[in-house]
Each structure stands twice: as structure tokens, then as C-alpha cells.
């Protein structure tokens, strides 16, 4: 259905891509794997005519015979959104925030002219309805929905005019298991349905490994390696393939050594948000936290986890005295932070967000982004002592001291996550809160950064609490879990142990629903 041909891609004389040939049937599910920057995005884009300006392609994208990169700009609009359908990777920036979900659902349909007025709305209320979405209204915004109801959104509009091929640019990272689950199974759904191809653009070949009919490995802007799934997987000719497996089950080495001195202290702790506001009055309060209590040991790692809404974000802002609770109390190195956090304690706990690129001020070089939390040291150094500091915070997290004059939009993800860690760890504090440190690294940076942080642990003897829907990530880097479900604690106990024999059905859950490698035996046989 389509086909392409040596397509070799070059932006403003750098190449980009090489010699990329595939073939996807009517029907067919191809995973398309590799690291951030192989080029996978870039061949997406190729599809559908939308480079950036110099770009040069050579090489043939034929759909049903017809050559897309030979197409001018208006017989290419015809074809995106009516033949090429396509998801986005972040659905918060790839839908309209002034414009509701309805009218952007059926702005498809009005653009090439398939319906208008009346008509528009039922076919976007029937999309929707096929998604999923059949209790939303239409009348909503994006930012009313959650994540995975973002997503859902961005599928109803790609699928409104039933096209051939449908592209899903990394369609459930940072998404939590359950909800990824359920995005793959709808696309799974609609392919066995509609009969329409799908472009399964992803790094983590979990994923694509119960999805995809076929895979093709990218690596550097070229395909290394492609094939029936099952194949692929079980033979790994290309050592960068094997790279990539063995990264989506890496395991760092660890020696932990978790002491009996407990730093961090949870007790009952509430945390309760206003209801919504009604014609005259507001609702009854909504429990974001319920009756949460734990411990968390010098160098030891304690895993968080659970579905997006769960309440972890909203236990991270608390435990960092960053919003207020109604019950309980919370104690770090023995002092109460209620309802204040005592000077000098905030020192001692330092977090590192899930996008670093977001948490840095793009117009601050290194130096001054890793310093920034000197402000809570009353003897901060300053001068040729503060860039001593600074040199060797980049130095622990594996960066050269040289970075320093560098911006952040000069490295990659890896780099800059690596960054957001000495700035966490400049302070010498003895916790670190790790919210979904990880989750939007590709498998083998994440493999890396995992290998950092059992070091630095080692090495200082660090505290975590890792809070993460990814949970082969947590296997591999906590001691104890925790499992919250709608604000409460379910589950908790040693990792091994929750996890090969949970006791309570919501953590059965999760477990089903986290994609996995087939064990190396499956792929033998």
C-alpha cells in the first residue's frame, strides 16, 4: 500500500536520512524502532510533506503508486488527513487549546470538504464515540481532559476520514501503563476494523513487540534491520538491535546498603482540593491524598507508583512543602515540615522533574542553571569556589566542567536529564525525588541515566523516591514499592515481592497491562 524507496534526506546539506527502503501492506501494523534523533520522526514527516525548510529527498514514497515527494503543496493537502493520517507524540501541543474538541475533530471533515455545519458534529461525535470518548462532550477543551483523553482526541481526528495509512509518532510515551494499554489495544482495534495500515513510530521495542506484524530498526538515519516481529526479535542480527533490547530490560548493578535511620517519615497524611464550583456554592472537597503513610531509609530506593490521577504528583508537592495538607504529618531528618518547611531542610531534599527542557530557563548557560539552588545555603560560595562546585556536579553526573558556558537547547535529552541531576545534587543533599525522571527517554539514555543513578547512590549515598509509571524501571531501581490507587496506599512491600506475587488486584492490574519483552526462551522456541 505504501512503499518506500532509497528516500535519503538532507537539511541544509547535513544528511538526515539514508537510503531508507520499506514496505508497509494494507493492513499491516510496522514498528518503526530506534534511538531519539535515528530519523524516524523525519521519515514520518517525509510522508506527509511536512520537512523543514532545506530539506532535500531523493528516492521515491509511493502510496498506491503515487510518488508523495514528487506531489506540489496542494495535491499534498489533499492527501494529509484524507489518505495519510497522523498522531503526534504530545497531544497537549498538537491540539488547538482555544478550540474545542469537537470543532478540531471536525475541522477534517470541513477542510476537505466531507461535511459541514450539523452534519461535521455528528460524524465528530461518532469519532469520538469510536475512541472511546462517548461521555465527553464536545464542547470541551484540552485542558479539561487528561492525558489519555488528549490522546484519544488526536486518534478521532487523525481517523475522521477513514485514511489508508495512519502514522502514530510515539503515541503513548509518557503515558501510564494501564492507559498506554488502552491506546494501543483502540489502535489495534482500528486496524482490524478499517483495514488501514499502521506506522507504529516508537523506541521501545516492548511496545511494538504484541503490536507490530513487522519492525524495522533505525539507526543513525539508515534501517538496520527489519523483518516479521517474531524474527527480529529472536535473531537481532544488527548489534545495534541487540543494543536495543538489551536496554529495554536493562538492570543497573546496585549495592544497596539501606540503613535503619529513617530520613523521610509519612503519617496519615490528607490532602483534600476544593470542589468544583457550582451555580451557588461549591461541591463536596475532593481526597487527592487519603491516610498515606510510609518511611523512607538512608540509601535506600522506594518506588511510587500508579495511574496518572492517583495523587502522586500531588504527595510530591507536599512532601516538598509546596502545598498545603488537611491531616497528618510529615517529618524529614526528625523535624516536622507542618506547616512550614524549617530553613535549611529543603537543602537536604532536592528533586529532578520529568522534563528537564521545561524546568530550565532556556535563556541561563549550565553554569547558572546548576547553581541555582545555592539560594538555600546560608554560606553559599561564590566566585572561582562556586564554578569549583558547579564543575564537579557536572563531573559526578558525567559531563564535562566545560558545558558550563553552554544553553540547554545545545544537548540532547540525555544530556540535559544529566544537568537537571547536578543541579539536584549541588546542595549535597541526602534525598532525591525522582518524579518520572525518565519516562520520556528513549530505552538506551534511560539505560544510561538508570546506571548514574545506582552509582551516585553508591557513591553518596542518596535517598530515593522514584515515582514512575514505568514499571520495569522500577524493578531495576528500587528496594521497596508502594502502589496508590485514587490517593491511597494498596500495596507496599519489597519489590521482588509485589511485583512476582502482587496480593491486590489493582497491582495485578498494572502488571498486566506494562508491555514486556517476550523471555528469551519464547523467542527460541
Known amino acids: 500500500m505504501i512503499a518506500i524507496d532509497r528516500l535519503s534526506l538532507s537539511i541544509h546539506g547535513t544528511p538526515i536520512l539514508r537510503n531508507v527502503t520499506l514496505g508497509i501492506a494494507p493492513g499491516e501494523i510496522m514498528g518503526l524502532v530506534g534511538e531519539s534523533g535515528s530519523g524516524k520522526s523525519m521519515t514520518a514527516l ?21 510518488d508523495l515527494l514528487t506531489l506540489p503543496e496542494a495535491a499534498l ?6 489518505r495519510i493520517g497522523m498522531i503526534f507524540q504530545e497531544p497537549m501541543t498538537a491540539l488547538n487549546p482555544v478550540q474545542s474538541i469537537g470543532a478540531q475533530v471536525a475541522e477534517t471533515l470541513v477542510i476537505h470538504g466531507r461535511a459541514t455545519g450539523a452534519e461535521a458534529r ?22 479539561e481532559l487528561s492525558g489519555g483523553q488528549r490522546q484519544r482526541v488526536c486518534i478521532a481526528a487523525a481517523i475522521a476520514l477513514n485514511p489508508q495509512l495512519l502514522i502514530a509518532d510515539e503515541p503513548t510515551t509518557a503515558l501510564d501503563v494501564t492507559t498506554q494499554a488502552q491506546i494501543l489495544d483502540l489502535l489495534k482495534t482500528l486496524v482490524a476494523e478499517d483495514g488501514l495500515s499502521l506506522l507504529l513510530i516508537t523506541h521501545d521495542l516492548a511496545v511494538v513487540a ?36 538489551a536496554a529495554s530490560s536493562h538492570a543497573p548493578e546496585r549495592q544497596p546498603q539501606p540503613a535503619p535511620e529513617p530520613l523521610l517519615v509519612v503519617e496519615h497524611l490528607h490532602r483534600l482540593y476544593p470542589g468544583p464550583r457550582q451555580l451557588f456554592r461549591r461541591g463536596p472537597p475532593v481526597t487527592a491524598v487519603r491516610d498515606v503513610s510510609f518511611t523512607l531509609h538512608r540509601g535506600e530506593s522506594l518506588g511510587l507508583v500508579g495511574e496518572s490521577g492517583c495523587g502522586k504528583s500531588t504527595l510530591t508537592r507536599a512532601l516538598l512543602g509546596l502545598d498545603p495538607v488537611q491531616g497528618g504529618d510529615i517529618r524529614i531528618f526528625g523535624q516536622s515540615i507542618l506547616p512550614r518547611m ?18 530550565f530557563n532556556p535563556r541561563w548557560r549550565v553554569d547558572r542553571i546548576v547553581a541555582e539552588p545555592f539560594h538555600l545555603l546560608p554560606d553559599a560560595p561564590k566566585g572561582a569556589d562556586r564554578r569549583a562546585r558547579v564543575a564537579e556536579a557536572l563531573r559526578a553526573v558525567q559531563l564535562s566542567p566545560d558545558d558550563m558556558d553552554k544553553y540547554p537547547h545545545e544537548f540532547s535529552g540525555g544530556q540535559r536529564q544529566r544537568i537537571a541531576i547536578a543541579r539536584a545534587l549541588i546542595t549535597r543533599p541526602k534525598i532525591l525525588i525522582l518524579d518520572e525522571a525518565v ?14 543513578l545506582a552509582g551516585l547512590q553508591g557513591q553518596f549515598g542518596l535517598s530515593y523516591l522514584f515515582i514512575s509509571h514505568d514499571l520495569t524501571v522500577v524493578r531495576a531501581i528500587t528496594d521497596r514499592v508502594l502502589v496508590m490507587q485514587a490517593g491511597e496506599i494498596v500495596e507496599e512491600g519489597p519489590t521482588g515481592t509485589v511485583f512476582d506475587s502482587p496480593t491486590h488486584p489493582y497491582t495485578r492490574q498494572l502488571l498486566a497491562a506494562a508491555p514486556r519483552l517476550p523471555p528469551q526462551t519464547e523467542l527460541s522456541a
Open 46 to 66: 517525509a510522508l506527509m510533506g511536512l520537512l523543514p525548510q532545506g530539506a532535500q529527498t531523493t528516492g521515491a514514497a509511493l502510496l498506491d503508486g503515487q
Open 77 to 82: 493537502c489533499q492527501v494529509r488527513g484524507n
Open 122 to 143: 455528528r460524524i465528530a461525535r461518532d469519532r469520538l464515540d469510536r475512541v472511546g470518548l462517548s461521555r465527553i462532550d464536545l464542547d470541551r477543551y484540552p485542558h
Open 210 to 245: 504484541d503490536m507490530a506484524d513487522s519492525i524495522a530498526v533505525m539507526q543513525a538515519g539508515e534501517i538496520v534491520e527489519q523483518g516479521p516481529t517474531a524474527q527480529v526479535l529472536a535473531e537481532r542480527r544488527h548489534p545495534y538491535t541487540a543494543a536495543l533490547f
Open 342 to 359: 524549617p530553613d535549611g531542610t529543603r537543602a537536604g531534599v532536592q528533586v529532578v522533574f520529568q522534563d528537564p527542557y521545561g524546568s
Open 439 to 452: 519516562s520520556a527517554l528513549d530505552v538506551s539514555v534511560r539505560a544510561r541515566i538508570l546506571d548514574l
